[in-house]
């Protein structure tokens, strides 16, 4: 089937985030010591199950690697960190879920010329260790990087420019190739392939050209309306025509830039921040939101980082309670699923 038919297939998605993802203070952490860095407890075979019984058909399984690397040339994994890893996405496999597993919030693929060699060095080692590890796996979608960008530019965040987009493009291909040259499962493995910075906005797309090869998925993520959906302004909390004109421009940029293309879509992060408990509005956005996806023929994957007390300016984007095994809002999961 094509690239945008399988996608259609895969229903909607949930993250892990802030667990695997997350970045110890300093030094090598032991495996445990990363999951729950950012204060999320130890991941459970019941919490999977509980996205499962949802209705949540993609489990995406973000994974900071860095500081669980071995020195140059080879950059090995803590051979611990990968059976954790494994351990928790067979969690997802076993009950027929669809895993995207990546790398996160990695420190060396900044997109300059400059840095190209020893990123694309370090890329290419991890990706060929990550794919041959994960292999025999039938359900899980390799993503080759999370919103790789120039951090802390004027440029982080607009789109990028000629270079960054550029630099990301090239990693992206090194991806490619690296997990194709691993043979067996590999050589046809569906691959996630970010944007500058997974970047929905017109610039990012408008520049995006998809690596040589098949069974290729553009990686996007729009929290969309931003004032609504992701900015600390706790006013804009409610439903409104506006907001949902914000979210039909969204699609229509996507499907420009993208999908007229031929190129198929996932959004592999999107959310609606807890801001005074607005949860009837969060509904409203959910189903507005992922009908239009639906639309589209593009799966959407809620961004979930465990947080949903907290100060004002917390991302509060977690819809499960991770320590009672529960969901804290479960309208908006509904809604989200389309039930």
Not at 195 to 217: C, K, L, R, V
């Amino acid at each position: 089937m094509t690239a945008q038919d399988y996608v259609k297939t895969l229903g909607t998605g949930w993250n892990l985030g802030n667990t695997f993802d997350a970045v110890y203070r300093e030094g090598n952490p032991t495996p445990i010591q990363q999951e729950t860095a950012w204060h999320n407890p130890v991941t459970t075979q019941a919490m999977v199950q509980l996205v499962k019984d949802a209705g949540f058909d993609i489990f995406r399984l973000p994974v900071t690697w860095f500081q669980q690397l071995g020195p140059t040339p080879d950059y090995t994994v803590n051979p611990a960190w990968v059976a954790r890893v494994e351990e928790v996405a067979k969690w997802a496999l076993d009950l027929d879920m669809t895993v995207i597993l990546n790398v996160h919030h990695e420190n060396w693929h900044f997109p300059t010329e400059e840095n190209y060699p020893k990123a694309r060095e370090i890329l290419t080692n991890l990706w060929a260790q990550i794919a041959n590890h994960f292999g025999d796996y039938d359900k899980i979608i390799f993503e080759s990087m999370n919103e790789p960008r120039k951090v802390g530019t004027p440029v982080e965040w607009t789109g990028g420019d000629d270079e960054g987009r550029g630099v990301v493009h090239k990693l992206n291909q090194d991806f490619v190739d690296t997990v194709r040259a691993t043979g067996g499962k590999n050589a046809k493995r569906w691959l996630m392939v970010p944007t500058y910075a997974a970047s929905s906005d017109e610039p990012a797309m408008a520049h995006f050209t998809q690596p040589n090869g098949e069974n290729i998925i553009a990686s996007v993520h729009a929290y969309t309306p931003y004032d609504f959906a992701l900015s600390d302004n706790q006013s804009a909390n409610q439903w409104g025509e506006e907001w949902e004109k914000q979210i039909d421009s969204l699609y229509a940029r996507i499907d420009k830039y993208l999908l007229q293309k031929g190129y198929a879509v996932i959004m592999g992060e999107c959310g609606a921040r807890n801001k005074g408990e607005n949860v009837e509005a969060r509904v409203k956005w959910a189903r507005y939101y992922k009908t239009a996806a639906k639309q589209h023929g593009i799966p959407c994957v809620w961004w979930d980082n465990g947080i949903y007390v907290g100060p004002d300016n917390s991302e509060l984007f977690g819809l499960m309670d991770r320590k009672d095994v529960r969901w804290q809002y479960p309208s908006v999961v509904d809604a989200f699923l389309l039930k």
